[in-house]
């Protein structure tokens, strides 16, 4: 009866272990992946910034407006549109 007992607790400590493993290494993946999704978007954030500066005073005199604050909130709107047209098109890739 004991004997019974012990390894119906055995088989269940076993395969929870087994669940808390794969669900470790799945979560661990996901981690990873965002570490490295994070620090693509750095190195992104980095390179639109230097496109932008290369290019602020063509964007600032094409602007009807003066000031660095209305300039940077249109760059801001401008790379957003950009960025959700992308991300649209980027899931309907992925989607087929």
Do not use: C
Request: glycine share 2%; no cysteine.
């Amino acid at each position: 009866m004991k004997y019974k007992m012990i390894k119906k607790i055995t088989r269940k400590t076993s395969k929870q272990i087994k669940e808390f493993s794969l669900l470790f290494k799945k979560h661990l993946a996901e981690f990873i992946i965002g570490a490295f999704s994070f620090v693509a978007a750095l190195l992104w954030r980095d390179a639109i910034q230097e496109l932008i500066n290369v290019y602020r005073k063509a964007i600032e005199n094409f602007i009807p407006f003066q000031g660095i604050l209305i300039t940077k909130f249109l760059i801001a709107i401008f790379v957003s549109i950009f960025a959700i047209f992308a991300i649209v098109l980027i899931s309907k890739f992925l989607k087929d």
